[in-house]
């Protein structure tokens, strides 16, 4: 019977290069999935091991990964702990080298995780690597991005000016447009933790995931990486297909809400700590202003939204 805890492997004296740390909240059919690209990977002379948290999902997702994937290492929380807790455990359990955290709801292309592997193995200087995210159609999803400026609270990712004005340089600059497309590896300033290779002992000198964090942990890790010491890169070559805001369910206004105001109080903590901004600093106060703004204008086209619906 799947409980609180780990399902324990027979054989616990093999080390591994790299774990695949999966979290998964109410999305069967990706893990699924998800875990099956994995294991059908190119590994080569690379051994991996595979670890999935499920945080509490009401769907089967944990008893189908128990009768699935005899092979993977199991760990069931009755509830939903967040992102980084459950990462973190998956990682304290882990007997590898390297760690490669994945979201729930992707597929993995045979050769992608092995490429950052090997890449990381011949740059010392490097602490963490990304892979590129795709869309269903092969789009980017733009997974390497510069720390954002004032100007990315108007042209950020998803904005609707964004897609006006596509190619504004504080637009492509933000999201290394050019560099991805030259397909090269890259120094970035973060990449997503949805497909993020990180050093095992880099990974703990920085505490792991902070674990008050939801949106905006990914940013904060690289940042700590980064002050450590340790560079960032992004490999376009490494490419993992992300059917992004699947792996977590249906999102009603409430949920969007709850995520909205994480997102805005996130960015102002990070920000606050990227810019050293402490307590008594004059721009905390114009800088949390200005995300409220921008939190509030988010709640309010979200709440009309869901009316028209």
């Known amino acids: 019977m799947i409980g609180f805890g780990e399902r324990i ?3 616990q004296d093999q080390d591994f290069d790299v ?5 998964g909240l109410n999305a069967r059919d990706y893990v699924k999935d998800s875990i099956a690209s994995v294991l ?3 590994w080569g002379q690379y051994s991996p091991e595979v670890i999935y948290i499920d945080n509490g999902s009401s769907d089967g997702s944990a008893e189908m990964v128990e009768q699935t994937y005899p092979e993977v290492h199991l760990i069931a929380n009755p509830d939903n702990l967040g992102f980084c807790i459950a990462a973190n455990q998956g990682a304290r359990i882990a007997r590898s080298r390297y760690y490669f955290f994945l979201n729930d709801d992707t597929l993995v292309r ?6 950052l592997v090997r890449h990381l193995d011949a740059h010392s200087e490097l602490g963490a690597a990304g892979s590129r995210l795709l869309n269903t159609d092969g789009t980017d999803q733009w997974s390497g991005r510069r720390y954002p400026t004032k100007w990315n609270a108007i042209f950020g990712r998803r904005s609707w000016l964004s897609r006006w004005f596509p190619n504004m340089p504080a637009l492509t600059d933000y999201l290394y447009r050019k560099e991805i497309e030259h397909g090269e590896p890259f120094i970035a300033d973060w990449v997503s933790a949805a497909a993020m290779l990180v050093r095992k002992d880099v990974f703990w000198a920085v505490g ?11 940013a904060v890790i690289c940042d700590r990486i980064r002050r450590a010491g340790h560079e960032i890169v992004l490999h376009p070559q490494s490419k993992i297909m992300h059917y992004e805001g699947k792996g977590s369910g249906p999102r009603p ?3 969007q809400r709850w995520h909205i105001i994480d997102f805005h109080r996130g960015a102002f903590r990070s920000y606050c700590e990227h810019y050293d901004l402490g307590g008594g600093h004059p721009l905390r106060l114009c800088v949390g202003g200005a995300l409220a703004m921008r939190a509030l204008s988010l709640l309010l086209l979200t709440r009309f939204r869901t009316w028209l619906t």
């Open 110 to 115: 045979p050769d992608a995780i092995p490429l």
């Open 253 to 255: 206004y409430p949920v």
């Open 9 to 11: 492997y027979m054989n």
């Open 208 to 218: 792991g995931f902070a674990e008050d964090y939801y949106y905006w942990h990914e």
């Open 19 to 23: 774990a695949v740390i999966i979290v």
């Open 40 to 42: 059908s990977s190119d």
